[in-house]
């Protein structure tokens, strides 16, 4: 499974900014897709997830500021964020996971101003 995002940038804080994360390969056995942040010396943690059924499950940090969302083939993920803050600067990774492995993209860069 290959797994390719997009959408990152620089951004002022109050913006907006929507990253889309697109699967390819193996992806029929993919079931839940989420999306990951990484800021400069702090580890991986989660931002948002969505399953095959599409139930969500958010940060505390980002709930009611980002939605994530999948697309009709399933094998699309979008992350819709608002109200950006300068706190939300990190690297985003877009996952997904099937019964043995979890994938993860490249990574996108948000820069968020203030």
């Known amino acids: 499974v290959q797994l390719v995002e997009s959408g990152g940038g620089l951004v002022q804080a109050g913006g907006s900014l929507r990253l889309s994360c697109v699967a390819s390969?193996?992806?029929?056995?993919?079931?839940?897709m989420g999306w990951y942040r990484q800021a400069p010396e702090n580890q991986r943690e989660l931002v948002a997830t969505?399953?095959?059924?599409?139930?969500?499950n958010y940060a505390d940090s980002v709930k009611g500021r980002f939605t994530i969302s999948r697309g009709d083939a399933k094998n699309r993920v979008y992350l819709q964020m608002n109200s950006l803050k300068p706190e939300d600067t990190a690297v985003y990774y877009c996952?997904?996971?099937?019964?043995?492995?979890?994938?993860w993209g490249q990574g996108t860069q948000v820069t968020v101003s203030s």
């Open positions: 996952s997904a996971r099937d019964p043995w492995i979890n994938y």
């Open positions: 969505i399953s095959r059924d599409d139930m969500t």
């Open positions: 390969g193996s992806i029929f056995s993919i079931n839940t």
